[in-house]
């Protein structure tokens, strides 16, 4: 019978991943420092395997954060319009990350403003 994923893995896993994105590190580098395959890396991100303490410690020391940011849950506090529950999980969606950094970039905040409703209403055509 196969484990059931556990919240506070799958929370540990999801906070690997956003922490490697913010850091541009790709699962595959991150594996070679810590000496396994991206797979593995793959399967701590989804909570699927565990991660030891050992492990997690050098996790942390490879993306530069302390050892307990990789526990603090970043949930929002109520489903989002998207249905999904947490920030967290709305940066794991594809290009989330890229798309913050880019409009965190852009001085002027009229033009932040106008992409941001742009993509609002791109949105709401789905």
């Not at 556990?6 to 541009?24: E, P, T, W, Y």
């Not at 913050?100 to 055509?125: C, G, M, P, Y």
Request: charged share 25%.
């Amino acid at each position: 019978m196969p484990k059931a994923i556990d919240s506070i893995d799958k929370l540990v896993g999801q906070n690997i991943r956003i922490f490697r994105m913010a850091k541009g590190v790709t699962q595959v580098r991150l594996g070679e420092e810590l000496g396994v395959t991206f797979q593995q890396i793959q399967k701590y991100e989804n909570g699927t395997n565990r991660v030891g303490s050992g492990r997690l410690a050098k996790i942390a020391k490879v993306l530069n954060v302390p050892l307990t940011k990789f526990f603090h849950d970043r949930t929002s506090g109520g489903e989002s319009e998207g249905g999904r529950d947490s920030v967290s999980e709305l940066l794991l969606s594809p290009y989330a990350l890229r798309i913050l950094k880019a409009l965190n970039k852009i001085s002027d905040q009229q033009t932040v403003s106008h992409l941001v409703n742009f993509t609002e209403s791109l949105a709401k055509r789905q």
